[in-house]
Each structure stands twice: as C-alpha cells, then as structure tokens.
C-alpha cells in the first residue's frame, strides 16, 4: 500500500497484449539467501537467465543446433525459476530423466516435493530445485514444455524445447538425446492429482494466515456461453447465429468506458461505469457438469461485488460444461488467496466442507478451476480497491471471463485506498 500500485493494475489490466507469446521462462534465481527449504541453506552454484521461448513445431531433433543450452555441471542443485508467460495455453514441463522438486508457487514456499512433470498455467510462477546426476551421463537431456488442453475443438499442439547439457560433453559430439514423456494433452486426472499436492509449509516456524472463519460465502460459476452475433458481422461462434462468449455466474463482464476505480475513487455510486450487484450465486441453478441447458446466451454487464474491508471470503468456483468443460486457471489481483479444496463434478455444500485442508493449503495467485470440477479459495478483504479476477487464458477472459472486487477502506489511516499517482496515464 502506498506505493499507488493499485492504480497501476486497474490501469493495465484491460489492455494485456494481444500478440501471442507462447514461452516458458526459465529465470535467474536470487541472490543466496537462507531459504526454509528441507531446513537446509543452498545456494544455487549459477545464476543466469534463460528463455525458452519459441515453438517448434517440428521434430525437436531437427532444431538442436539451434536449441538454447542450458549447461549445468554434475552433482549440484540449481534453482530454476519457471514462469508461463503464454496467453492461452497451460503447459507440462519436464526434463528428460531428471526428477525436479518443487519448493514454490507464485511467490510462497511449498512444501517441498517431487515431480518428473509439472503444470503450469499462464502467469503463474513455479520455482524448482534440479538435482543434476552425480556423475558426466553420455547423453544430454531435453527440456521441454507442451500444452495441457481440455476443451474442445483443435489446438497448437507443439513443443518448446531446450536442452540440458553437461559441461565437460562440449567437445563431444553424438551424444544421445533423452526426450521426457508428458502425459496426453487432454490429462486432467494427472493435473488434479497435480495440483493436489501443493501444500504451504504452515508450519509453527512458518505459520499461515487461512481464513479459518468465513464471514461471506460466494459461489461462482464460471465457463463458456455465447452472445448473439452482431447484425452484419461474420461470427465464428457455435454456430452461425452467434459468437463466443465466457462468463462468471452467468456475467460476461463488460469493460467501461472509464476507469472503475477513478469512477469509484471520485465518489460516483449512482451514475458509475459499474454496478454494485454481482450475484454471490448464480441467478438460475442447473447441473452444472450434466447436461447443459439449451440456452447458452450469457447477460453482459460491468458488475462488482463489494466487500466489507478485512471481510473473510470463501469463495467456491465451480466449472460447467456449457459448450463443453475446459480448465480455467482463474487469477486474482491483490491477494494471494489459499486453495482450501478442489473437485470434479458439483461442489457439494453439506459434503465437502469436511475435506477441506485449513492447516496448510497452498497459498497462490492464480489457481486452476478443474475441467468439469471445482475448486474453494478463501482470503481476507485487507487490500482496499477494486481487484479484477479472471480466466488467466487470455481468450476467455477477452470473451467476459472476468468480474471486480470492491473492498472498501478500513477504519486505519493505512487502510485506505491511495489517491491516485499525478501521472496516471489516462486508461
Ligand atoms: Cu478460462
């Protein structure tokens, strides 16, 4: 707080970029510092910055030679920093024959684990410990990352691919390469499985914050619908007559003309760009990964939910299976929130409240809404403004896969929202 940063999101937010860059990022690690990781301090032996990030879409033998290199030395443990800056693609990630440990997601320690394969969906950041062979292997290994896609329709299927290479092989040639295997592109059981895994440490040494009272209680859904096609316009929705959208609770969220927060920082309630009466549930109940209704139009409209300031919020997320059941890695600004469950089919209130984890769920920024399941986040209201949450595929969200939150000030002189920096560029 006080830093104005807040305008800044709201600022930007409408405006993500529309060019497609599909790419892992593998970044520097930081400077050594005791890290409560298996209790021990490592430091990582090398720091630098690689970027894997073009796609290609041939045998990835075909492209080594030009194939970034990451060169690492036996017996030692580096730190990869992963992050997904692709818009519309969750991707698997792995490393031929070398088992990666993960240690953090979107900024919070986790506790430590381990994977051959990792998901990670746009925007989110996973750090992960590598264990090199403790001796110079006679092969050099690919790194690679592909898709997760569980809708419908065709999809990019390729690959991006670096390689992993042992130092002292850089006067040998020949050397085997090593592929890992991902698992198919449509795995959702192994995502759920996944993500299951995901703990934050919650610990007495390190203790979290869960909301363990909730004070307001929301159920979204969130998934796929359509609008009418526009009179003279060619629509490449279902069908002819229509064209994609995507909604919460039946919302497909219309961005304003004005700022939401420069409207609401002014005092305008009445007469606003927004309006105040998002529903906490959705306003028709049907089976929400059954059968879908025949209707899929969704309303439209810039609607907010407003928050108490420090309320503590649980909120279900519960995916439906109009025109069909896709993930939705969903992302909130503002808060980091904490993933109390997760599900397939319908959330069941009066069932599965008792399996919730309150003593150490994952703490994170962007979380996946399982394809046909669910998943419960819970945070405190304690960051005064608006906070837009949406679909972190940049498709879905462009299609209305958003809505704002609206926590109010607090009584403290430091909880408040800021005014607005003398150079906020007009939105
Ligand atoms: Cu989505």
Redesign the pocket.
């Known amino acids: 707080m006080g830093d104005n940063r807040e305008w800044e999101d709201e600022c930007r937010t409408p405006r993500l970029s529309q060019n497609q860059i599909p790419a892992v990022f593998i970044c520097p690690p930081p400077p050594p510092r005791k890290k409560p990781v298996a209790g021990k301090r490592r430091s990582p032996p090398k720091e630098g910055c690689e970027i894997s990030g073009e796609w290609f879409n041939v045998d990835p033998e075909a492209v080594i030679s030009e194939a970034l290199k990451l060169k690492v030395k036996p017996g030692k443990t580096y730190l990869l920093r992963l992050i997904n800056a692709a818009l519309n693609e969750e991707l698997f990630f792995s490393i031929a024959n070398h088992t990666l440990t993960i240690v953090e997601a979107d900024g919070s320690y986790t506790k430590p684990f381990d994977t051959e394969t990792l998901l990670i969906a746009p925007g989110q950041t996973t750090n992960v410990l590598l264990k090199t062979k403790p001796y110079y292997p006679n092969a050099t290994f690919l790194i690679a990352a592909r898709p997760y896609f569980s809708g419908q329709g065709t999809f990019d299927n390729s690959t991006t691919a670096a390689i992993l290479h042992y130092n002292h092989h850089s006067h040998i040639t020949n050397l085997t390469l090593l592929k890992p295997t991902f698992p198919p592109i449509n795995a959702t059981n192994f995502v759920a499985n996944f993500t299951a895994q995901f703990r934050s440490l919650g610990s007495d040494k390190f203790p979290i914050d869960v909301p363990k009272k909730v004070d307001k209680s929301f159920f979204f859904t969130v998934g796929l619908g359509t609008n009418p096609c526009p009179k003279n316009t060619t629509c490449q929705g279902p069908n002819n007559t229509t064209k994609f959208a995507?909604s919460v609770n039946n919302i497909s969220f219309t961005l304003p003309s004005v700022s939401i927060m420069q409207d609401y920082y002014s005092g305008r309630w009445s007469n606003s760009v927004f309006n105040t009466d998002f529903p906490s549930s959705p306003l028709s109940t049907f089976n929400y990964t059954g059968t879908p209704p025949n209707n899929t139009n969704v309303n439209n409209g810039t609607k907010l939910v407003v928050l108490k300031f420090n309320t503590s919020v649980e909120l279900v997320l519960q995916s439906t299976s109009i025109l069909g059941t896709?993930s939705?890695p969903l992302h909130l600004h503002g808060y980091d929130f904490f993933v109390v469950g997760q599900g397939f089919g319908n959330y069941d209130k009066n069932k599965d409240p008792a399996k919730f984890n309150v003593v150490d769920p994952v703490q994170r920024n962007t979380a996946g809404v399982p394809a046909g399941g669910w998943i419960v986040i819970r945070f405190r209201a304690d960051n005064p403004g608006v906070w837009f949450m949406h679909?972190h595929?940049d498709i879905?969200t462009s299609w209305g896969?958003r809505m704002a939150w609206l926590v109010l000030d607090g009584p403290g002189p430091n909880q408040k929202l800021q005014p607005p920096p003398s150079d906020l560029p007009k939105c």
């Open positions: 995507a896709e939705h679909c595929l879905h896969l």
